[in-house]
């Protein structure tokens, strides 16, 4: 008998996927870092009965009505705004994704570009490199304060609470919006829930942590902006198009605020002449959020499990909340 086929849409490292391997044939597109180009992602897919896919992948509605054969497609990744869930219903696809084993790995990143942001640590890092430093001012590179500031977490899921753990240790006041209360992150970190316009007025850190939906789309927009403090941070390692980005290009550069440390874009990878990156108070990443090794590891063993569950017709580890209560599928 045949094994069913997964296709896997960047070269992952095959200890990982092994469990996967004794239960399916694999297939890998070539490179580790260059995403798969999306006609041969489709002509992959019309002969796969699962995906292992990442947050860069598109799965469309066209894709999956030419994948006859497809159960399972396993994002490598907390979001799934990647792929048309309401296709996937359609057809009859399960999705799944990794949370919770990246929390503590992004919340660590976005501490990285608090700190960065706010202390103007890349700048400072390019000055001595150039070989500009030839002596000592009380107010060279003199950024903000972290310790005892406040901080705004937008999204308080795992990552927002992972991130307002970490905030306790610098003794901030930590104040969150969310859809809904988090009564157990109120509890363990001492956070306050805010309406989101008085957050915006009040911090000196925001931190863009929620879901990318259509309800959160655009939402930090000029005009939350106008009401961030000209010395506050934006920081976000959600997803880009939380942020309309020429409306903050227009912030930074007017100092409407200090500065934005940025892990994701709404068009990735950005271009190098990309308005924001010319800024100074800018500090840029290339999406590595969860880029730790034991992180990267555990995502690619957790997709290729959830994988397995469904080819198995058992219910999958991680399923997406759509599709947590709905039975396996043969």
């Not at 503590?104 to 400072?124: E, F, I, K, N, P």
């Not at 956070?191 to 942590?209: G, H, I, Q, R, S």
């Amino acid at each position: 008998m045949n094994k069913p086929v997964v296709y896997i849409t960047r070269t992952l490292p095959e200890a990982q996927l092994q469990t996967l391997a004794d239960h399916a044939e694999i297939r890998m597109w070539k490179e580790a870092d260059i995403p798969v180009p999306e006609e041969v992602l489709a002509a992959e897919a019309a002969e796969a009965d699962g995906l292992l896919t990442m947050m860069s992948d598109p799965v469309t509605d066209e894709l999956l009505e030419k994948a006859p054969k497809l159960k399972v497609i396993a994002n490598m990744a907390v979001g799934y705004d990647n792929i048309d869930m309401k296709a996937a219903d359609r057809h009859g696809v399960y999705v799944c994704h990794t949370p919770d084993v990246l929390s503590d790995t992004t919340a660590d990143l976005g501490w990285t570009l608090l700190l960065a942001s706010a202390r103007q640590v890349t700048s400072a890092a390019d000055y001595v490199k150039a070989g500009r430093w030839t002596g000592w001012g009380p107010f060279m590179f003199a950024g903000q304060q972290v310790h005892q500031a406040t901080i705004g977490i937008i999204g308080m899921g795992s990552i927002g609470t992972a991130v307002a753990r970490r905030a306790r240790g610098f003794d901030m006041t930590i104040y969150y919006h969310n859809r809904s209360r988090n009564a157990a992150a109120e509890e363990e970190t001492g956070a306050v829930w805010m309406e989101k316009n008085d957050l915006l007025e009040n911090v000196d850190f925001v931190v863009l942590t929620a879901p990318l939906t259509e309800e959160t789309k655009g939402m930090i927009d000029a005009e939350a902006l106008e009401r961030m403090k000209p010395t506050a941070h934006l920081i976000n390692i959600a997803r880009g198009p939380l942020v309309d980005e020429a409306a903050l290009e227009n912030a930074l550069r007017e100092k409407k605020i200090a500065g934005a440390g940025l892990d994701v874009f709404s068009n990735e990878p950005i271009g190098a002449d990309h308005p924001l990156l010319q800024l100074e108070n800018v500090t840029a990443l290339p999406h590595i959020g969860s880029a730790a090794v034991p992180t990267r590891q555990t995502m690619i063993e957790l997709a290729g499990l959830n994988i397995k569950d469904v080819l198995q017709g058992t219910q999958p580890r991680t399923a997406v909340p759509e599709h947590r209560e709905k039975p396996p599928r043969s």
